[in-house]
């Protein structure tokens, strides 16, 4: 139930509690005006001044030494050997074509034939998907 920055300065907790009473009575067809309110969920926007956000630059460094592994990508009976790029070694600039894996704590991208990667100035992976 949206609530104003009025309604609160004013501290009218009645006519709050009205309108509250009035949305649920709205949605679901009933209300009870003598049991109590529980909060369950609290939504705040704000808007404000910030300091503008800079974000960091990859010194541009084109390519990297891949380790190869055999993975399984297309066919789950027979694994391909694929180049496994370690996305700290990565610096802007960067072009990975697929099949391939960037590796990096918590996840791991992964290019199938087709798919080209390029590391953005500020770290973003870029990718064009062959297939799309």
């Known amino acids: 139930m949206p609530v104003t920055r009025d309604m609160i300065k004013r501290g009218d907790r009645q006519k709050i509690r009205s309108a509250f009473d009035a949305l649920y009575e709205h949605r ?3 209300h009870s005006p003598d049991e109590p309110v529980e909060m369950v969920n609290i939504r705040l926007a ?3 001044k910030r300091a503008k ?3 960091p630059k ?3 460094k084109t390519s990297a030494k891949p380790k190869r592994r055999d993975v399984y990508l297309d066919d ?3 694994p391909a050997s694929c180049p496994i790029y370690q996305r700290p070694q990565l610096g802007a600039g960067a072009r990975i074509a697929g099949p391939a ?3 990096e704590h918590g996840t ?3 290019l199938f ?3 080209v990667c390029r590391l953005a100035r500020s770290g973003e992976l870029l990718i064009d998907v062959g297939g799309a």
């Open 58 to 60: 990859l010194a541009t």
């Open 108 to 110: 791991t991208t992964v």
């Open 53 to 55: 956000l800079t974000f």
């Open 113 to 115: 034939k087709g798919d």
């Open 46 to 48: 704000a808007i404000g």
């Open 101 to 103: 894996l960037i590796e």
């Open 76 to 78: 789950s009976r027979k």
């Open 28 to 30: 679901y067809a009933h």
